[in-house]
């Protein structure tokens, strides 16, 4: 008996041994299990977090894309659009320094005319007399119209008219005269293109040129020679005679290229108009009449002006005074 006793002893403690074995074993596994599971789970959230950022990624990608084209486009319309206002802006200075240029070289001109007018008419005893018409004057807004007007058909642009002169040639209207009643028919006015060095010859002796005594026939003896010195004489030895054969034509246009044109002042019928520039003034009537006389003050010729308010009358107190 107690031999079978100690025997189911030990027996007993084998299966206790074995179940606390078996226990710690089982717990192990769970503490291994439960740290793979960990670690899956967060393999499996370091996947996903790529697998989003990459997403995430792709999606700026592709917006970044979009965002450079779209900036690629605008930046392209903003450049043709500055280069459109650019070219425009470009076409409106290029236009307004043309109508500088033109207004400039028309004061200079007219100076010029103005100058060679006013001693033309006094060495001609007004035979000759040359007069820039106001805008407002009859002759002028029918000059001005004729010049509009009359534009040769398919041509682009218009006509500017920067001023009308009227021409008072005694000589050369009777001798014209004379042709009309001896041969009859009918006058018309027609246009032609002149460049400004041949007007004042044009203006003295007409086409013609006058001949060789033409300064003989159009230059009066005056008391004023000797005190005043003849520039008209000067500047028509200076202008040429037109060349021949010329073109006339009922064309305002005639001789002129391009879109636009302008009436060269005082030639082919003239015109008087907008936008011209204003005939000498006040200052530069005293210019004129002091280059005449350099011997008198330009105060006192201002003064003369102001009382007398023609340079005609100043011009010939002044010579009757002895140019003092």
């Known amino acids: 008996c107690l031999l079978a006793s100690s025997t189911a002893n030990q027996q007993l403690l ?40 990459a997403a995430a990624d792709a999606d700026d990608a592709g917006r970044d894309e979009a965002t450079r084209e779209r900036l690629k486009e605008l930046c392209i319309r903003y450049y043709n659009l500055t280069r459109a206002k650019i070219l425009g802006l470009d076409q409106k200075v290029s236009s307004a320094l043309s109508v500088l240029s033109s207004s400039l070289s028309y004061a200079r001109h007219a100076r010029d005319l103005s100058s060679f007018s006013l001693s033309l008419g006094l060495f001609t005893r007004s035979t000759v007399t040359l007069t820039r018409l106001p805008a407002s004057h ?9 010049a509009r007007e009359n534009v040769k058909k398919g041509s682009e642009g218009t006509v500017r008219v920067w001023g009308v002169w009227k021409v008072e040639n005694r000589p050369l209207l009777s001798r014209f005269q004379d042709e009309c009643a001896s041969r009859g028919g009918k006058v018309k006015g027609l246009f032609t293109s002149l460049d400004f060095v041949h007007l004042p010859r044009l203006i003295a002796y007409g086409f013609g040129g006058g001949g060789d005594d033409a300064e003989d026939k159009a230059f009066l003896p005056t008391p004023y020679e000797a005190k ?97």
Do not use: K, W, Y
């Open 14 to 53: 084998h299966l206790r041994s074995a179940r606390l074995a078996s226990r710690s074993d089982r717990a192990a596994r769970r503490r291994r299990l439960l740290s793979r599971r960990s670690q899956v789970a967060c393999m499996v959230r370091r996947a996903v977090a790529r697998a989003r950022i």
């Open 138 to 146: 009859p002759q002028s807004v029918r000059c001005s119209r004729a």
């Open 228 to 324: 005043v010195p003849n520039r008209a004489r000067e500047t028509l030895r200076d202008s040429p005679l037109p060349p021949f054969p010329r073109n006339f034509s009922r064309c305002s246009t005639v001789g002129v290229s391009g879109s636009s044109s302008s009436a060269p002042p005082g030639g082919g019928g003239g015109g008087g108009g907008t936008q011209a520039p204003p005939a000498p003034g006040f200052n530069g009537q005293v210019n004129l009449i002091s280059d005449m006389f350099p011997g008198v003050q330009r105060s006192h010729v201002a003064d003369m002006l102001r009382q007398h308010r023609s340079a005609d009358e100043v011009v010939e107190r002044l010579l009757g005074a002895g140019g003092e």
